[in-house]
């Protein structure tokens, strides 16, 4: 591979490695930001609160429902760009959007000011689908679901470091961490312009802007342009709601029923993510080999039921803690499910694919802070009723239904199309 400059290059089938290599590098270091704010933003709302729990849990409900809503309207927009004009434009325009967003929170005087910042993330929140996208295009299809587990694992490396970082940061200055991310993400920003080739060639790009696609109806007739497609998102779209259970409620959870400070819940999570790591580099692979993707799917979506039960359930920190083993290994959905759903789309569709599954998980953004904050709220100002897990075993009756719906897509599955799997 040639020198990479800021000029619009592309990533030749020679380098493929070379450019996976880049983008994962890029997604470790947006996901180390992203953590880093992870335990200290619910106690920056909380502040903001008068120190009111459920006051701050109510809050959160609304600022990540505002920025999913966003997301869910920005996706299709953002992927159809990227299918015309490259993945690299548009990631980096998320990157900066992140850091302004970093900015806002690490200097905002009230709760408005965050809220102006959360819109501008949401608006510009095409990081990991532009990523996603972008290892679509440098992965033969029949590797994408290892590729996607690698992906997975950058996420989880940076959130091994990141909330630890974070609440250590947070210890000393509340503000702090958002200063430490909004540096990171924009040296992430730098680092693309001036290092990251593009991934997607003129020849492959679609040849005009199809604006009756860049909306989130638009998308979902991509989503049932397979027989099969349709379900797999269905299954991606619970599985993301499912996961809103950790931005809305997992730290002021955790810090009620169990006492953890901000420094022990990032621990927490850096014990999380040295497990996911370890099962997204070292289990999806053989997983896939002997099983498929849908078996990793099944696999998945059952160890996440699972662990939302234990979590829900658990008496004391430490019984929580024990249950992170089974977590961990819900690792294995997302993978399977990216490598099905990249195999049923053409490789000029592979931007459109990854914008609608962004507006899914804004879709799940907008849903699951209410879904799962409120009920917290309420059991909170109700003791009385002893159920502080509730908003777990809801994630786990979600992930039951991922469960079913998994089944039910393998029945009736069918050959991905010989144009999606060109390469």
């Not at 599985?239 to 931005?247: C, E, F, K, V």
Request: proline share 7%; hydrophobic share 50%.
């Amino acid at each position: 591979m040639s020198d990479p400059t800021p000029a619009d290059q592309t990533a030749p089938s020679g380098g493929r490695t070379a450019a996976f290599g880049f983008i994962f590098a890029s997604a470790v270091a947006s996901a180390l930001s992203i953590g880093i704010m992870v335990p200290i933003l619910p106690n920056l709302l909380k502040q903001f609160s008068g120190g009111d729990t459920a006051s701050a849990a109510q809050v959160n409900v609304v600022f990540a429902t505002c920025g999913g809503a966003m997301s869910f309207l920005a996706g299709p927009v953002l992927g159809l760009l990227s299918d015309r004009f490259g993945r690299r434009p548009v990631l980096l325009v998320s990157l900066s959007g992140l850091g302004l967003d970093f900015l806002f929170m690490a200097f905002a005087p009230s709760l408005g000011w965050l809220f102006v910042g959360r819109l501008i993330s949401g608006a510009t929140s095409a990081v990991f689908s532009t990523a996603n996208a972008y290892v679509a295009d440098v992965t033969p299809p029949e590797r994408r679901a290892r590729a996607f587990g690698w992906m997975g694992a950058a996420f989880s490396v940076g959130f091994l470091v990141g909330p630890a970082l974070g609440g250590l940061l947070g210890n000393i200055n509340l503000r702090l961490p958002f200063m430490a991310g909004a540096g990171l993400t924009l040296l992430n920003a730098l680092y693309g312009f001036f290092v990251l080739p593009e991934s997607h060639p003129p020849e492959r790009r679609t040849v005009s802007l199809a604006w009756r696609r860049a909306n989130p109806v638009g998308a979902l007739r991509l989503l049932s342009s397979h027989h099969e497609l349709l379900a797999l998102a269905g299954i991606y779209f619970l599985s993301q709601l499912a996961q809103m259970i950790w931005p809305s409620i997992y730290v002021l959870y955790v810090g009620y029923r169990y006492g953890w400070t901000p420094g022990f819940i990032g621990l927490a999570m850096m014990a999380g993510s040295v497990m996911g790591v370890g099962v997204q580099s070292f289990v999806v692979g053989p997983v896939i080999k002997r099983f498929g993707e849908r078996g990793a799917v099944l696999a998945g979506s059952a160890a996440a039921a699972v662990a939302f039960t234990w979590y829900g359930l658990a008496p004391t920190g430490w019984v929580y803690l024990a249950g992170l083993p089974i977590s961990c290994f819900g690792g294995l959905l997302i993978p399977g499910l990216q490598g099905l759903m990249t195999q049923r789309v053409s490789p000029s569709e592979q931007g459109q694919l990854q914008g609608a599954n962004q507006s899914l998980a804004g879709l799940g953004s907008m849903i699951g802070p209410s879904l799962f904050g409120l009920p917290f709220s309420w059991a909170v100002r109700h003791p009385q009723y002893g159920v502080p897990g509730i908003g777990m075993l809801e994630g786990a009756a979600i992930c039951v239904a991922c469960v079913i719906l998994a089944v039910a897509a393998a029945r009736r599955a069918g050959p991905a199309p010989a144009a999606a799997t060109a390469s």
